[in-house]
């Protein structure tokens, strides 16, 4: 036999095959694990001069089927039972305490064990207690000396459940309160138009901050109800621009 021919039967052996698909298969496993990626993300789009950047936080849905997460399934079972918007619920708050300005406000479920009382300014009670589970405004007001009270709304009939004075204010916090005041030229009915112009939704919080650059700004979570996922907004609280978005699609 020459060496040309014992070339040519080594080459189609049955052991030579398998080195050559053993090689093919290392290839395309390669490949395979050099196009996966990582089950969660959060990203940021950087946006134009002059726009606000907008930010996008993901998870994976349970077993990759597209259900809805936890969070999302909290949100779609909370907020269609809101029959008062959060603009609206503010300003029962601020005029529950004369002279007021909001702080926030936030759409949570009522806990059990409280019953409605009068309120300090006389408004009646409800003629029948809400039930433990009915969903509830939590808003918080301040005087101009940064005095806090805490007002309790019915999200369903806009009833006032509760108001009182909060306990053990701090002369620093009713300060730095008494300041943001002054600051506020943004109502919270611009403010809720100025979020919901920008993201469609149902508003669930507002709430007042201070940025970094110490310009007071609100803070609106806004939660779209084709797909549950909610928006938090900062707004100028000054000058009511869009300053940034923040996208949870948990």
């Known amino acids: ?6 070339s040519r039967n080594r080459a189609g052996s049955p052991r030579a095959r398998r080195v050559r698909m053993a090689a093919l298969c290392a290839v395309a496993a390669g490949a395979l694990v050099s196009g996966c990626g990582s089950g969660g993300d959060t990203s940021t789009s950087h946006a134009a001069p002059g726009q606000p950047d907008v930010r996008q936080t993901t998870s994976p849905s349970p077993s990759g089927t597209g259900r809805l997460t936890e969070d999302q399934t909290a949100r779609k079972a909370l907020v269609p039972t809101a029959k008062v918007t959060a603009d609206k619920a503010a300003a029962t708050a601020v005029g529950e305490v004369s002279g007021s300005t909001l ?6 479920r009522r806990a059990g064990g409280s019953t409605a009382s009068p309120s300090p ?21 301040s005087e101009k000396d940064g005095t806090a009270h805490t007002v309790r709304i019915d999200a369903e009939s806009g009833d006032v459940l509760r108001s009182r004075t909060d306990a053990g204010q701090d002369a620093d916090d009713k300060a730095e309160r008494a300041s943001w005041i002054t600051k506020i030229k943004q109502t919270p009915e611009q403010v809720a138009k100025a979020a919901t112009d920008r993201k469609r939704g149902t ?23 084709d797909d549950w996922n909610k928006t938090t907004l900062d707004i100028d609280a000054t000058t009511g621009e869009v300053l940034s978005e923040d996208v949870d699609r948990d």
């Open 1 to 6: 036999m020459n060496l040309q021919s014992l």
């Open 103 to 108: 702080l926030s406000i936030e759409l949570k």
């Open 121 to 141: 300014t006389g408004s009646p009670s409800p003629t029948a207690s809400p039930q433990a589970g009915q969903p509830v405004w939590i808003a918080e007001v």
């Open 203 to 225: 508003i669930t919080s507002m709430e007042l901050d201070d940025a970094d650059s110490g310009d007071v700004i609100w803070s609106v979570e806004v939660v779209s109800t």
